[in-house]
């Protein structure tokens, strides 16, 4: 039996002893390398482009808007957004001009001696006055997207009392650890195969499609390979489809393989980061504390371009509530551009704004009715057989179980006091506080989303192996091992008899993007049908039914044996994207977190002693890739509750663009995270497995928001909860 | 504009090396403008940023007689090219300056503590070096040296004269650091506070000694580092707090010696209030 | 310049500007990838190698620095007879490694921690680690690994 087993990595020996290969280790012969010429205006019109004539251009490409031989777009959801902008920038940093050069120091010097002229026009930076702004950024009124779900009718509510506030957080950046980078090689056919650190091989060639001309357009002449990659949690989603546009580029007019590899700094200011959302929640509340209506209203900033900040509105507010019960709901929100570098997907997702919102009205409202917080949420906790905002039947819910298992496990053993070098331990003033919060996570596809998706895997059993075919990346979350579980498990098989190969578009199929907390459950569904698909094709060949392992000593034929599967659903699922009511997702995470801190008196600085969490994940596939899920997501969690901020100038150019000042926590600022698996079955996933990639970095800030409060008396309703808004807050 | 660069990069730059001081003041005082790299932790990331183009580096890496932590009588001499964990590791060094070892401990990190040196803190005069305020605490000395005056001895606190600017001429090398030894009346407080609990910047670094006889304060530093363009001690705190009973009280009397500014990692106003939060506490823990 | 070093115990030459940097004298000239560039500027890690015995960060060290040194970079760490160094097979046994960038930094570090012996608890570990980051994993693993290879026991 393999599942439930924490086997090592498929890919663990690789990366111990430094053999796995990145983007940036491949060392094509005569490879080139590029570089990126971006707008320093936030909003401006591009007037003219030229080299500057004292320098040396003979070894130097440029390319420009100009040159596009195809489609000037990198294609997402929308076209809006240009791979070069042509006559206007509507951020900054926006790319404008791409440099091929033999060194990387020539490259970067090359950019810089790229002369662009522009004429400034007035940026638009504020998305509270985005709507319907006399500044067009997207056309016609600056909306990327509006939602409103309506449950019951609060407005006819009368009882009670009325509890508001507003809560707002800002832009999160991902911090993978390996900058994005792409290489595009030209094929001996005259196509084109690019290769990088991604998430999602089809999102490229989709996006890429009509850029390069009509000799690139038909299937297969551009094909996308995923290099190892060295972290992404969805800033690797949709951004690596813009690198490799620009590698794509380069390698077309210099007809040589060109690398793209961004520096940290570059990395930092130009890419896609999370959406700052200010959320506006006013309930009705018995004297019990009873949730008697709910109205929210969200506003989230997508930027200059519309990328998938649709998709994201979509899970804030689905997820706007919280996981409680409320028959009169309301929620209005609207996603709106600014001019601003444009946000994209970063684990999460919008969910993790939407509950540190809706958390931290739980606690105002335990505040004013001077009640304990765990003990209001547990009066207000979803139980099975509840509708939820958008109408759904909520089965198997596990909020109460994670609850109860996250405090006895809190419980179970005080944390230590850290002792900092430099720290002050016997002279500062600390006052310890302890945080709890509560959420739910939807996993895979919105409403229909997964059908639409259609995603496909294939099997192909070849010398004696199973050859696991599928578009799904793995970025570190472990499907290069999990998936194997499954089929192994599936067919009865040793793990050593079946692989995933390399994602190359040009081999395997699209099995929908490596995202929405859907890889396991979704895809590995896939995996799991698809085995016993090819269990049937090689009875069917042998003539005779019998275990797979038999069958396969006794196959005579050496041609591989291949079997697809599609996903779909037994359509039992209804949902309407228009008034956005029915069945949102197959099924939800549940996850409590509690936190142990301690703030400092004299400095505001908050201090983890240990995060316990409690996480109903399904069916642990893998506890040991489950738990390292769950403790990094919980990590990040934490990094943007206290330390991750985003520092902006007056263009909204990043000003912490470097490690030094953009401030992820390291080993010390970690605390002891104390994972407790939960195993409430679900039947449509693999062996139980429900999504997990999302949910730990959902509520941790508000835990520790909570502590603060509960700590040191200081309300928190905005994040970062830096030392400087700690030490303003404390009363 | 040469069109051939190296790719590797910064083939304009070239390197001397040294392997003894006499070598190292010889090649100091030929090139003209030249900067001086030791473990390169500071140096090399002002290559990397643009931040300094020299075009030519004096190493002293190898000069092993600038390496140590040594005793002399009652006195501590600790070499500038000594690594952080050299400091952090070293018996002589824990006894006798304790502070100092302390805030070696949160210069970076390990890899940095293993490069990073005493000399170079001192000699790249950042306001924000976390050393340097434990070096005006203790009344450390600064030892330079030039190949046609040999060495002078420059009081730290008249040792930085501006923003990232030192009393050292053109031709001469720090060669070391002399320290007092552990007074066995001194209560000594490193603290600092930076953007996270290690590989951290300093927002404010203090660094204290009171030397306190018979409950009454004989002598007082206060050191703050990340509080102005200079390590920079505060005379009014000192001055209230000398000739009595320590006073917490005497921690109002900061903004009369500081006025920090704002910056990409914190504010002033926070500074401000920090740096007199951490005086009156670690004065009140001493009550 | 002209420099001749030991490299993974074997004597090695190679060219290269003084002041450019190890990193990349390693991956570019000599093809020896396994140490990464995460931040260039000595925050994360990732270019972690010893010399003569001690982590340090690769970006930060000049090429001229290499010439007469014993470096050692992941490539050069294995236990007994070509197995797995103890630091190695411990993040496979913990499920140290997710994207594996940090990896080779983190084994290199926790190398050195090794060589010097002595008695560790978790708190000392994660203060020697402070300067490799991480992003997937919350070192939650990463501390479990190193702690079983240095015997720490709280």
Redesign the interface.
Known sequence: MTIGQGVHRADGRSKVTGHALYVDDLQPPGCLYGATVRSPHAHAEVLSITRDPDFDWTDITLVTAADIPGRNCVFLMTEDQPALAAERVLHVEEPVALVAAPSRERAALAAKHVVVEYRELTPLFDAGSAEGNDSVIFAPDNVFKRIRIDKGDPSQVSAGRVIEGTYTTGLHEQLYIECQGMLAMPRDDGGLTITGSLQCPYYITKAIGKLLGPDYEAPGRINVVQACTGGGFGGKEEYPSMVAAHAALLALATGKPVKLIYKRDEDLRATTKRHPCAIRIRTRVDDAGHLLSFECDMVVDGGAYNTLTPVVLSRAVIHATGPYRCKHVRIDGRAVATNTPPNGAFRGFGAPQAHFAAERHMDRIARELCMDPVVLRRRNLLVDGDLSATGQEMLDVGAAQVLDAALAAAESEPPALPDLPGGGLGVTRQLRGRGVSLVFHGCGFTGNGEAALKGKVALELVDGQVRILTGSTDIGQGTRTVFPQIVAQELDLSLDQVLVVEPDTAQVPDSGPTVASRTAMVVGGVCQQAAKKLADALALEVGRDAPFAELLAERTSDMPLRVEHVYADDGSLTWDPDTYQGDAYPTYGWNCNVVDLTVDLETGAVLYQRLVTATDIGRALNPVLASGQIEGGALQGLGWATQEEVVLDDARRMRNDRLTNYIIPTSLDAPELHTVLVEIPYEGGPFGAKGLGEIPLDGPAAAVAQAIEQAAGAVLDALPMTPERVLEALP | ?P?A???????E???H?ATTLPQALELRAQHKGCTV?A???DV??D???GLRTPQH?V?V?GVEELRGVRKHGNRLWIGAVTSY?DIIRSTEAQAEAPALV??A??V?????Q??GTLGGNLGNASPAG?TLPVLLALDAVVEVASRLRGSRFVPVDQFFVGYRRIRLEADELITGVWLPGRHDNDHT?????????????SK??LAGRLRIRDHVVQEARVAFGSMAAVPTRCAAVEEALVGRPVDPAAAAQLPRDLAPIDD????GV?RL??GQ??VR??LE?LR | MKLAFTLNGQPVEAEAPPAARLLDLLRETLGVTGSKEGCGEGECGACSVLIEGRSVCSCLVPAAQAHGADIVTIEGLHGPDGALHPVQQAFLDHGAAQCGICTPGFVVTAAELMDRGGKWTRADIREALAGNLCRCTGYQKIIDAVAEVLDAER
């Open positions: 504009m069109s660069e190296h790719p590797l990069g910064r083939q730059i070239t390197c090396k790299i473990g390169g932790t090399m990331v290559l990397e940023m580096l190493d890496w964990t302390e805030a401990r949160t970076g990190a390990l890899q940095i293993n490069r976390d407080h490193y603290r600092k506070v930076g953007t996270r609990a290690a590989q951290a910047i404010v670094v990409v990692r914190s504010t926070y209030r920090v939060n951490l506490a670690w823990s």
